[in-house]
């Protein structure tokens, strides 16, 4: 009986492990819940970037976070990947996508279908298209419409750090 | 001096380019562009209509793609009304090939388009209108020849679930211009698809 129970509970704790093994669980936000990721009074500087699996530039550009993270890895600066993707099994296709272009850096998903509420939050000057990205350290700050280059994104992080 | 009055025509220049495109109340200029059909269409052709309703749509972007029924069923309800939908291709194809004139028929075949699916092949009409992303949506009002544009931005207030939208901006737009009222709101944004271009 007691051996029974156990391999019963040790079946439970591999099918879990291996259901992880399919999706990590990235967190998935409405813009209220992401907000404070705009506004940290900290050393570091924030680089956070709109994309979406789908949006062929936004993947394009993809691997020059990845570069930035890598390059920057021992110093402030902490790189986000807001994930626009909507649709089904969202979240293993995004496990699927990042594995597969080996994107390391962290994603959540942003969930917030009422858009024209908070893109002004974003920046004044964003009207919605993607990619975008955001670099600030505090009070400093640039946006960037459409893809975005590592030397950009490095010169604008040097630059907040001078 | 003459250095100093390079940098201010440069600014200036640079500004202009900057604010290139449509405002609301700016007039807004014709086009021609071929249709799906292979015919050229402008909005002249259209000599009862009270304006038009420009929507910059695609192929490939799935919030266009999320966008297709209701902007069917908007034409086909504000159609007669005297507001028909406009839907214009701003992609270069050489970018996003499901962007062809090719699969826009098709596109236009599988979903029944009620409206015409025009090509903005030069990518000079999204230029003009200062369109920067699909869908990307452009109320225009008709007086006489004269087209003045009334409304810039998105569709509703939910991209993912038309049948959870509470406010729908387009429509709101158009019923104010059909009862001879300016629109209460004349801007909005949204997230949408790039425009794709090759420069």
Redesign the interface.
């Known amino acids: 009986m007691m051996m029974k129970q156990r391999l019963f509970y040790l079946l439970i704790v591999l099918i879990s492990i291996s259901l992880n093994g399919n999706s990590q669980d990235f967190k998935t936000m409405d813009y209220e819940a992401l907000k404070p990721s705009f506004h940290q009074q900290n050393d570091t500087t924030y680089v956070i970037n709109f994309w979406a699996m789908w949006c062929k530039p936004c993947v394009e550009e993809l691997p020059e976070f990845e570069h930035i993270r890598k390059s920057y890895e021992n110093k402030k600066v902490k790189i986000l990947l807001v994930s626009l993707d909507f649709g089904s099994n969202v979240k293993e296709r995004l496990t699927k996508f990042l594995k597969k272009k080996n994107i390391n850096a962290e994603v959540v998903i942003l969930d917030d279908p009422d858009s024209n509420a908070w893109i002004g939050k974003v920046d004044q000057s964003w009207d919605g298209a993607l990619p975008a990205t955001v670099v600030y350290k505090k009070e400093n700050r640039k946006f960037f419409a459409g893809k975005i280059t590592y030397s950009e994104l490095a010169e604008t992080i040097d630059n907040f750090n001078r | 001096m003459k250095k100093v009055l390079l940098l201010c025509f440069l600014l200036i220049s640079s500004v202009a380019i900057m604010a290139q495109g449509y405002k609301v109340g700016d007039s807004a200029e014709d086009f021609k562009l071929k249709n799906i059909d292979g015919k050229h269409i402008s909005l002249s052709d259209y000599s009862d209509a009270k304006g038009f309703v420009v929507i910059f749509t695609c192929n ?3 919030y266009a793609v999320a966008y297709e029924d209701r902007i069917i069923d908007f034409d086909k309800k504000y159609k007669k009304k005297g507001f028909p939908v406009i839907a214009i291709n701003p992609n270069d194809p050489a ?2 090939p499901g962007d062809s004139f090719e699969g826009m028929q098709k596109r236009a075949k599988e979903k029944g388009f009620t409206f015409p699916y025009l090509f903005d092949a030069k990518q000079e009409v999204y230029k003009n209108f200062g369109a ?2 699909t869908p990307h949506v452009y109320v225009l009002s008709k007086d006489k020849s004269k087209l003045t544009v009334e409304y810039i ?2 569709i509703d ?5 038309a049948s ?1 939208v509470s406010t729908r ?1 387009l429509e709101d737009a158009v019923n104010s211009l059909l009862m001879n009222k300016k629109p209460e709101v004349t801007y ?9 271009t090759k420069g």
């Open positions: 490939h972007c799935p970018v996003v920067t992303k931005g998105t207030n939910n991209y993912k679930d959870k901006y909005t944004k949204a997230i949408g698809c790039s425009i794709k």
